[in-house]
C-alpha cells in the first residue's frame, strides 16, 4: 500500500481546511458538472464555459484508458478554451496502480484537481492529498493547487464520511455516485439511496463546501432533470454531474440565484437593516434570514458568476404600471350586523356533479345511489348529497366572506331545507349575525347564516358559521342594519327551518330497501376505511365547488407543502368514510362540527365514531346521533383496536379545539395532534 509523504502530510484535524476548499471552490462552476466523452482521434474540449470532467474511471473501458490518457495530454499541450475549467476523474485507492498511471500522464498546472471515486476511509482521502502533493512539487506548483473532488459511492463510505471530507484541507465538493451505491442494495432498496443522498449535503454545509448531485442518467427528459435538480436543490445540492451538453443549460438555470432570488435578497437586506426583527411580507424577518439573504447574494457575485452572469449594463427606461392587486373576502372595517353579502358564483347541478362527488367521496345510503330504493323512500328522483351541498354553501361564499379570515372556528345546524334537484341553479348569500372582539382584543369572531337559493328564490341549505378575524377597531358602538324587506325574510325563514325537525318521507317497506347496520347508544364504531384527498384531487376538488381561497390551491405562494385541504373536502370525507356502518339514510343534519387539525394533500384520513342516541320515530325508520372524529394519518385497524377512547373525545358538548388536543394527549396518546375534526350528526334512517 503507498504511504503518506510523511514531511508533508496534510491530514487535517484542526478544521482550518475550509479556507483552502473555499479558495479552491472559487475557481469553478460547481452547477453543472459536465462528463465530455473526448474524441480520441482528435480532441477537443466544448467551448461553453464551465467546469469539465475528462474520465479516466468507469466511463473509459479498459482498453481505451492508455488512448484516453494520450487524448487528454493532446488536450492538456493547448490553452484551454475561455471559461473552461478541467476536473479528472481518475482511478481511486482501490486501484493503485491504474491511480499512478493517471497522475504521472494528466497532472498538469491546467487541471484543476480530481474527482476521488470509490473512496470508503479517511487514510484513503490522506494518501491521495499527499500523492497531489508530490505531484505539485514536481510541477513546480503551489501547495493546494490541486483539489479533491470526494465522489461517495459505498455504503461503508458513511461510517466515516465527516472524517473523510475533514482528512483534506484540498477537499472542496462531496459528490454522490447512486449508480455505484445501489449496486450493494437489492433491487428496489430506493429508500436507502434516499437516505444517503440525504445525509451528503448536510455534511457538505456542516463543513462550508458544495455538494454535487448524482448522474441523471435519462438524457431525453431534459423535463425530468429539470424536476431532479429542482429536488435535489431543495435537499441542499448546489450543482449536479452532466451526462448530456443538453443538461447543463439547465443544471445552471436551476441551481443558480434567479434574478427574483437575488432582488429579494437584496430588499430583505435593505429593509431590515438596523433592526433585529422587522416584519415584511407578512413575515417576521432577523438575523437568520438576513445571514441566508447576504451568503445568496455572495454566492451569485462568486462561483461561477462569470459564466452564467452577463456583464451587468445600465438598464435602459421603459414605459410602466404596477399592478393593482385585487383582495377578496368581508371588509371588517365597514361590514355591520345584518350585512347581507352576496356570492358572484352561481352553478347549474347536472348529473356529472354528482358523478364527481361520488368519485371522490364514497356513500354507502342506496337513497342515493339507487333509483329505485328513492322511490321507495318517497323521493321522484335520487337527492344530491349532503356532504355537495354542504361544501357548495361554504366555498361559493369564501370570495365575499371567508378570504380575510384568520381560522374557520365551526359550523352550526347545518342542514337541507327543502329539495334541491339535478337542473337547479344555485348560489350562496351570507348574512351577519353577530359582530364581536374577543376578550383579549387580538381578533374578533363573526357569526354567519349561510344559504343556498335555487333559481326560484327559495333557500335550500342552510348552516351557521363561527370565523375568526383579525381584531375590528372601532367595532364598539357600530350600529347594525334594520332586518326588514323580503332579503331578510329569507334568511328567517331559512333560520326557522333549521330549527324543525321533521319527520320526512315515510319508507315503503313493499320495496327491498338493502339492511341497515345495526348501532347502540354509547357504542363507538371504529371505522375501516382510511384514503387520501391526493394533491391534484384536490385541486380539482376545488376547483368544482368554486373554493376561490388560495391556501387551497396557490402553490407558488404557499408552496406545495403549504396547502391546506378545505374543510368541508375533509367533513365530505370523513362522512363517506364512516356510510357503511350508518346506511341507509334517508335524511341527515349537521349540529355542529369543528376541525383541530390541518390536512394537506396526500395526508391519510380515516375515521371512528360514537352513537349518542337512537331514537325511534315510529314509521320503520329511526333518529341517530353520531359523533365522529376524522382522523389524519392513523392506521385504524392497526393502532386503534383494543385502545381505550375517552368519552369526553365525543361530546356531546361543544369543546375547544385546545381542549381535545390536552385530553388526547393525556388519556389517548395514539390521538395526539392526530384529530382533522369532529362533527356531531343526526341521521334518520331505516330501522335495521
Known amino acids: 500500500m503507498i504511504q503518506p509523504l510523511s514531511p508533508q502530510s496534510e491530514s487535517n484535524t484542526d478544521g482550518t481546511h475550509l479556507q483552502l476548499a473555499k479558495g479552491l471552490d472559487a475557481r ?357 348529497p349532503f356532504s355537495l351541498l354542504l361544501n357548495l354553501c361554504l366555498c361559493l361564499s369564501v370570495e365575499p366572506f371567508s378570504q380575510t379570515c384568520r381560522y374557520h372556528l365551526g359550523l352550526r345546524d347545518a342542514r337541507q331545507i327543502a329539495p334541491v334537484r339535478l337542473g337547479d341553479t344555485v348560489r350562496a348569500r351570507i348574512r351577519v349575525e353577530a359582530l364581536r372582539n374577543t376578550s383579549g382584543g387580538d381578533a374578533a369572531v363573526i357569526v354567519t347564516t349561510h344559504i343556498l337559493v335555487n333559481q326560484r328564490g327559495e333557500a335550500v341549505f342552510a348552516l351557521t358559521k363561527d370565523s375568526y378575524y383579525a381584531a375590528i377597531p372601532g367595532l364598539d358602538g357600530r350600529p347594525a342594519l334594520e332586518r326588514n324587506g323580503a332579503d331578510h325574510a329569507l334568511f328567517d325563514a331559512a333560520l326557522a327551518a333549521q330549527a324543525r325537525s321533521g319527520a320526512g318521507q315515510r319508507v315503503d317497506n313493499g320495496a327491498f330497501i338493502p339492511p341497515s347496520f345495526p348501532v347502540e347508544a354509547g357504542e363507538v364504531i371504529l371505522h375501516p376505511a382510511v384514503r387520501p384527498i391526493g394533491w391534484s384531487e384536490n385541486l380539482e376538488l376545488t376547483t368544482l365547488v368554486r373554493n376561490t381561497h388560495p391556501i387551497h390551491f396557490d402553490a407558488q405562494r404557499y408552496g406545495r407543502e403549504g396547502i391546506v385541504v378545505c374543510g368541508g373536502f375533509v367533513q365530505a370525507l370523513v362522512q363517506g368514510l364512516a356510510s357503511p356502518e350508518f346506511r341507509q339514510v334517508i335524511e341527515e343534519r349537521l349540529i355542529h362540527s369543528f376541525h383541530t387539525g390541518t390536512v394537506m394533500p396526500e395526508d391519510r384520513i380515516g375515521a371512528l365514531s360514537r352513537v349518542l342516541e337512537v331514537r325511534d320515530l315510529g314509521d320503520g325508520t329511526e333518529e341517530v346521533v353520531v359523533s365522529t372524529l376524522g382522523l389524519i394519518n392513523v392506521d385504524v385497524e392497526q393502532e386503534l383496536i383494543g385502545v381505550a377512547i375517552p368519552d369526553a373525545l365525543f361530546g356531546p358538548e361543544p369543546v375547544k379545539p385546545a381542549a381535545l388536543r390536552a385530553l388526547c394527549a393525556e388519556h389517548c396518546p395514539v390521538l395526539e395532534n392526530r384529530v382533522a375534526l369532529r362533527a356531531i350528526r343526526v341521521l334518520r334512517r331505516v330501522k335495521p
Not at 342515493?368 to 337527492?383: I, K, M, V, W, Y
Open 28 to 384: 469553478l462552476d460547481l452547477r453543472g458538472l459536465f462528463f465530455h466523452k473526448l474524441n480520441h482521434k482528435a480532441p477537443q474540449l466544448p467551448l461553453r464555459p464551465g467546469t469539465v470532467i475528462l474520465d479516466l474511471e468507469d466511463g473509459v473501458s479498459e482498453a481505451d484508458k492508455a488512448p484516453r490518457r494520450q487524448a487528454i495530454q493532446a488536450v492538456l499541450s493547448k490553452p484551454l478554451p475561455k471559461g473552461v475549467k478541467l476536473v479528472i476523474r481518475c482511478h481511486g485507492m482501490d486501484d493503485v496502480g491504474g491511480l499512478l498511471l493517471d497522475l504521472e500522464a494528466v497532472a498538469h498546472r491546467s487541471v484543476t484537481g480530481f474527482i476521488l471515486p470509490m473512496a470508503s476511509r479517511p487514510d484513503e482521502v490522506v494518501t491521495f492529498a499527499d500523492l497531489l502533493t508530490e505531484k505539485e512539487r514536481d510541477l513546480g506548483l503551489p501547495f493546494g493547487h490541486f483539489a479533491i473532488h470526494l465522489l461517495v459511492e459505498l455504503p461503508e463510505a458513511y461510517l466515516d464520511l465527516e472524517d473523510m471530507v475533514r482528512a483534506s484541507s484540498r477537499i472542496a465538493s462531496v459528490m454522490f455516485g447512486k449508480e455505484d451505491f445501489m449496486t450493494r442494495f437489492p433491487k428496489g432498496a430506493d429508500k436507502a439511496a434516499e437516505l444517503a443522498e440525504a445525509r451528503i449535503p448536510l455534511v457538505a454545509a456542516a463543513l462550508g463546501i458544495p455538494a454535487i448531485a448524482s448522474p441523471f442518467c435519462a438524457v431525453q427528459d431534459p423535463k425530468g432533470f429539470e424536476r431532479y435538480c429542482r429536488r435535489t436543490r431543495a435537499l441542499g445540492y448546489t450543482g449536479a454531474f452532466t451526462v448530456h451538453p443538453a443538461q447543463r443549460a439547465i443544471a445552471d438555470d436551476v441551481y443558480a440565484a434567479s434574478a427574483l432570488d437575488i432582488a429579494s435578497a437584496q430588499k430583505l437586506i435593505s429593509g431590515s437593516t438596523g433592526a433585529q426583527l422587522v416584519r415584511m411580507n407578512g413575515c417576521m424577518v432577523g438575523p437568520p434570514m438576513r445571514k441566508r439573504a447576504q451568503a445568496l447574494l455572495d454566492e451569485a457575485e462568486g462561483s461561477g458568476a462569470e459564466a452564467a452572469t452577463p456583464t451587468a449594463k445600465t438598464k435602459a427606461t421603459v414605459p410602466s404600471s404596477t399592478g393593482r392587486f385585487p383582495r377578496y373576502g368581508v371588509d371588517t372595517t365597514t361590514t355591520q350586523v345584518g350585512s347581507i353579502l352576496e356570492s358572484p358564483h352561481s352553478y347549474t347541478l347536472d348529473e356529472g356533479w354528482r358523478a364527481k362527488w361520488f368519485a371522490h367521496f364514497p356513500t354507502s345510503d342506496v337513497v342515493l345511489t339507487s333509483q329505485p330504493a328513492a322511490e321507495a323512500f318517497g323521493f321522484d328522483e335520487r337527492p344530491l
